[in-house]
């Protein structure tokens, strides 16, 4: 199973950006798919988890009513609107999968799949 995240750059303060997250190598539906980003020099950070059948999707409270995460169910696809941004955002951010659904979908270690990382950096 690959992983392939695109959607990262450069946005000013206040600006948008959108992420995707495609799987490849898979036909069974991955149950568990979520973001996460990480700082140099700093722990990997959970940002949106969206769990199938659970209900809503689940947030950081760092990016809550800032971050909207979704999926197409058919395609094992994940997305991540992002809005209101700003410099503390600033990462990269990497999406995550599992074939379960996940009690612990905020920890790193809970994932079998990870894509490669697309770097998001918000200016001042």
């Known amino acids: 199973v690959q992983l392939q995240a695109s959607g990262g750059g450069l946005v000013q303060a206040g600006g948008s950006l959108r992420l995707s997250c495609a799987a490849s190598?898979?036909?069974?539906?991955?149950?568990?798919m979520a973001w996460f980003r990480q700082d140099p020099g700093k722990e990997r950070e959970f940002v949106a988890a969206?769990?199938?059948?659970?209900?809503?999707?689940l947030y950081a409270d760092s990016v809550k009513g800032r971050f909207t995460i979704s999926r197409d169910n058919y395609q094992n696809r994940v997305y991540l609107q992002m809005n209101n941004l700003k410099p503390e955002d600033t990462a990269v951010y990497s999406c995550?999968?599992?074939?379960?659904?996940?009690?612990?979908?905020?920890?790193?270690?809970?994932?079998?799949?990870w894509g490669q990382g697309t770097q998001v950096t918000v200016s001042s």
């Open positions: 969206i769990v199938w059948a659970r209900g809503a999707p």
């Open positions: 190598g898979v036909t069974a539906r991955l149950s568990t």
């Open positions: 995550a999968a599992h074939p379960n659904r996940l009690v612990a979908y905020d920890v790193p270690g809970s994932y079998s799949y």
